[in-house]
Nanobody
Framework: QVQILESGGGLVQPGGSLRLSCSAS????????MYWYRQAPGKSRELVAD???????NYKDSVKGRFTISRDNAKDMVYLDMHNLQPEDTAVYYC??????WGQGTQVTVSS
């Protein structure tokens, strides 16, 4: 059984930073691509970043240079470091293992 749990969201001012964390229980983490998605109110869920088992990454164009995805296979953790946050980054952020298993999400609000 795989369980995904996100943490680290919160309220931050424009230009601020946050680190999201995602733990993935079970035995699939080491052999699975991991994803961060987000969903803003009234919008569809969109891919923010993903990372392969060897560390290869992909990013949504609008977050390139601001967000960094990383993983710690020893701890079954994946992270999303977010810098220079903007109001348009406000959303619920979801972590996913293989796009099959999903967490409940963590709210990120960027507002002055």
């Amino acid at each position: 059984q795989v369980q995904i749990l996100e943490s680290g969201g919160g309220l931050v001012q424009p230009g601020g930073s946050l680190r999201l964390s995602c733990s993935a229980s079970g035995r699939l983490f080491d052999i699975s691509r991991m994803y961060w998605y987000r969903q803003a109110p009234g919008k569809s869920r969109e891919l923010v970043a993903d990372i392969g088992t060897e560390g290869g990454t992909n990013y949504k164009d609008s977050v390139k240079g601001r967000f960094t995805i990383s993983r710690d296979n020893a701890k079954d953790m994946v992270y999303l470091d977010m810098h220079n946050l903007q109001p348009e980054d406000t959303a619920v952020y979801y972590c996913s293992l293989r796009k099959l298993y999903w967490g409940q999400g963590t709210q990120v609000t960027v507002s002055s």
